[in-house]
Structure formats: structure tokens, C-alpha cells
């Protein structure tokens, strides 16, 4: 008559006395013998939990970073746009003379174009009955999607005449829980 053996599966391990039989971790012993060892020790299981936790941290982290520069993305992508709207705008209003640029009328259009660094530009609108620039100026302080640009001292527009009419914007912005702001510049020459 079979015996049962007391394994976690005594049914598949039903084996006559005496005869041989095979233990998954310890190969082949007889029945009055049998030793099978069944499960896990709980250094095993600990091991396989810190395995398992350290890669969820790791997914954890890679998730924040991920969050973190799609952010950063969103707001260069966003700068990238008031800056284009701003070089079309002077584009579009700047006075031409027999076709070409007026020099003295592009340099009309500069903005804050002293001083150098996030937070530092200054100087104002060069002049103020520029309704181009005053208009976008108005909608950059009005702007939710790029923080802190609307901030006096974050964006400039420089105009280099000598340089084929050259103008070159900068829009600086400070994201929340960042420390030091980040900063745009678009290069564009007005013909």
C-alpha cells in the first residue's frame, strides 16, 4: 500500500516503501530517508523583497525625472513661442526704407537691453509708443504657462544693427521648487 510522504504535494510524492523517488532540490533518497526540503527560507524571501524594492525605487526615480523634463519641455517649448510671436512682431512693424530696415527704428524695439543674466536685465522698453512690444510684454506678465516671466528683469530684447540687423531675445523664467531660473534665447535677423 502507497505511503504519503509529507511534502507540500504528499499526492504527486505517493510512492511505494523502499522504493526510489525523486526530490526536487535533493535528487533521488529512499522513503524511510525522505527529507524533502519544500518552500522558502525567510533569507530567501528578504533577499527577493530587497530585489524587488530597489527596482521599484529605481522606477520611482525614473518617473520623477521623466515628470521633472517634461516640465522643463513644456516651458522651453512655451518660451520658444512668446519668442517667435515677439520676432514677428518686430518683423511685421518695423519701418523699411526703399525696402530695407530702418537701423534706427529696429533699435526702437529693444527691451531691457542693459545688464546680463536672468533677473538682472534692465533698462526698459526703448520706446514705449512700440504697442507691438508693450502688447507682449502685457500678455508674457499675463502668461500662466511660463512662471515667473512676466518677472521685471526676465526678459530682454537686444537689437545688433551692425550684426545683418540682428535680434536677439531672452526670456528667463523660475519654475516652481527650482532654485536658479532657466533661460530661452531666440537669434533673428530682420530683413
Do not use: K
Request: one cysteine or more; proline letters at 4%.
Amino acid at each position: 500500500m502507497p505511503a504519503a510522504l509529507g511534502c507540500a504535494d504528499s499526492a504527486a510524492f505517493t510512492r511505494p516503501r523502499g522504493a526510489r523517488i525523486g526530490c526536487p532540490d535533493l535528487g533521488a533518497v529512499t522513503a524511510s530517508s525522505y527529507t524533502c526540503v519544500a518552500g522558502f527560507t525567510l533569507i530567501e524571501v528578504l533577499v527577493a523583497l530587497l530585489i524587488f524594492s530597489v527596482g521599484v525605487l529605481a522606477l520611482v526615480g525614473m518617473y520623477a525625472a521623466s515628470i521633472r523634463s517634461t516640465r522643463d519641455a513644456e516651458f522651453r517649448v512655451e518660451a520658444a513661442n512668446y519668442a517667435t510671436e515677439i520676432l514677428q512682431t518686430i518683423s511685421a512693424e518695423v519701418s523699411r526704407v526703399n525696402g530695407l530696415v530702418d537701423p534706427v527704428d529696429l533699435a526702437n524695439f529693444a527691451l531691457n537691453a542693459s545688464g546680463s543674466g536672468c533677473g538682472n536685465f534692465s533698462g526698459g522698453q526703448a520706446d514705449s509708443t512700440r504697442t507691438g512690444v508693450s502688447a507682449w510684454l502685457g500678455r508674457l506678465q499675463a502668461a500662466a504657462g511660463l512662471p515667473g516671466a512676466g518677472t521685471a528683469g526676465y526678459q530682454q530684447i537686444t537689437v545688433n544693427a551692425a550684426s545683418f540687423n540682428q535680434v536677439l531675445v531672452t526670456l528667463c523664467w523660475l519654475a516652481p521648487g527650482d532654485a536658479a531660473p532657466h533661460s530661452h534665447q531666440v537669434a533673428s535677423n530682420v530683413n
